[in-house]
């Protein structure tokens, strides 16, 4: 009978061409990991530098910007230090307008006493405020100085060329604080409340001299300015 004989064992091996391309595979792989971690190193140490340059040039520089920041305007006026370099300042800023300033003052805080027009058998050419001694006298608009100094009847007055081209007479104070020729604002202290002159007790005595018409009644050209100076809560 025939005899079969086993075929000789072979060992399996893998071709080489598979294993260069396994291989090759491998290297590629590895090699764009390592470019990877290549590339996060130099961002880190690109950033650390960054970092380091701002900190060191903070440190020259205390007030220097870092890059990209924009330094804030204070609205702060305590911000602003008279002893530091105006370079060094911080602009100030506020956030709102000043008011407007009033065109027309009360000259007195104090009631009127007295009007205009006849009174005890003579021409009351002003109006009285009732002010208690020694209380600060306003000027009533703005204007200039043009007459400081004794009167008669008036003891001390004060003659003030007015905005409106009037003129606005202040008797009877005690002291008077501004000279002739100084420009004043509505608002300004010109002098004290006083008894000088022929008076009966410490009040202003206040007239309007309009040019060409004389000694007006205060009182409508006050209403005419947006004044009522017979309303004072006082």
């Known amino acids: 009978m025939p005899v079969t004989l086993p075929l000789p064992f072979r060992k399996l091996t893998v071709p080489s061409i598979g294993r260069r391309r396994v291989t090759t595979q491998v290297v590629?792989?590895?090699t764009?990991?390592?470019a990877g971690f290549g590339l996060l190193a130099a961002g880190a140490d690109s950033d650390n530098e960054q970092i380091n340059t701002v900190a060191a040039t903070?440190?020259?520089?205390?007030?220097?910007?870092?890059?990209?920041?924009?330094?804030?305007t204070s609205h702060d006026p305590a911000a602003w230090d008279p002893n530091k370099p105006a370079a060094d300042n911080q602009p100030v800023a506020f956030p709102f307008?000043?008011?407007?300033?009033?065109?027309?003052?009360?000259?007195?805080?104090a009631v009127v006493s007295s009007g205009f027009g006849p009174r005890w058998g003579t021409a009351h050419n002003g109006i009285d405020f009732a002010?208690?001694?020694?209380?600060?006298i306003k000027t009533v608009t703005d204007g200039v100085v043009i007459e400081a100094g004794p009167a008669t009847g008036f003891?001390?007055?004060?003659?003030?060329?007015?905005?409106?081209?009037t003129v606005g007479v202040y008797g009877h104070m005690q002291d008077i604080l501004v000279q002739v020729g100084q420009p004043v604002r509505a608002g300004?202290?010109?002098?004290?409340?006083?008894?000088r002159g022929q008076s009966t007790g410490p009040h202003l005595h206040?007239?309007?001299?309009?040019?060409?018409?004389?000694?007006?009644?205060?009182?409508?050209?006050f209403a005419a300015r947006g004044m009522d100076v017979n309303n004072f809560p006082g």
């Not at 007055?157 to 905005?163: H, I, K, L, M, T």
């Not at 300004?188 to 008894?195: C, E, L, Q």
Request: aromatic share 4%; charged share 15%.
């Open 28 to 30: 590629a792989t590895t």
């Open 32 to 34: 764009a990991l390592c």
């Open 58 to 72: 903070s440190a020259a520089h205390p007030g220097a910007e870092a890059p990209g920041e924009q330094q804030a």
């Open 97 to 109: 307008p000043e008011p407007p300033r009033p065109t027309t003052v009360r000259p007195v805080d």
């Open 131 to 136: 002010g208690q001694m020694g209380a600060p």
């Open 155 to 165: 003891g001390l007055w004060v003659r003030v060329q007015q905005d409106d081209g």
């Open 188 to 195: 300004d202290v010109i002098a004290t409340v006083g008894a």
């Open 206 to 221: 206040y007239e309007v001299h309009h040019p060409g018409l004389g000694k007006i009644d205060p009182m409508p050209w």
